[in-house]
């Protein structure tokens, strides 16, 4: 027995066959149409199973399991959008004042017997200075990728 049941309103139908008649949407909204219309239940629709309307429209069966859930837990105009993840907030390694003393670094002479500044050379130093704890070299590209500083 399914858990998510996909019933259609006459006019969520009706938008669905104009979404498909004109043809001039983003493929996978096409495909989300395509779906609803062959796996709905109620009064007008066909209530095909998942494998064969994954079949009939060529997603994988996950999909419209997935299709179902959220057209009856975030709605009709959801289901038919594509879904974005949640926002992700990622923490910045090092705050202004440790950027720039990294830059401020980056760009100095290097150290002696040295041509140029090394990733690994900036984080030890940075480390050593006392500016933070722990720098991944990572950390240390992607900062000194945001500024004009072409030494390294």
């Known amino acids: 027995m399914k858990k998510y049941r996909v019933t259609l309103s006459a006019e969520e139908r009706q938008h669905?066959?104009?979404?498909?008649?004109?043809?001039?949407?983003?493929v996978r909204k096409l495909k989300h149409a395509q779906v609803l219309l062959r796996v709905?239940?109620?009064?007008?629709?066909?209530?095909w199973t998942d494998e064969h309307g994954a079949e009939a429209v060529g997603v994988g069966t996950a999909t419209i399991e997935r299709l179902r859930r959220r057209f009856v837990e975030d709605g009709f105009e959801a289901a038919l959008s594509h879904?974005?993840?949640?926002?992700?907030?990622h923490q910045t390694k090092l705050d202004g004042l440790q950027e720039a003393h990294l830059i401020?670094?980056?760009?100095?002479q290097p150290p002696d017997g040295r041509g140029r500044w090394t990733l690994k050379l900036l984080a030890d130093r940075l480390v050593a200075l006392g500016h933070i704890d722990a720098v991944s070299i990572e950390t240390v590209r992607k900062t000194l990728k945001k500024t004009a500083c072409g030494r390294i």
């Open 104 to 108: 401020t670094l980056a760009c100095s």
């Open 40 to 47: 709905d239940e109620g009064a007008e629709g066909p209530g």
């Open 16 to 26: 669905l066959d104009e979404l498909l008649s004109r043809g001039k949407a983003d």
């Open 83 to 89: 879904y974005k993840g949640p926002d992700r907030v």
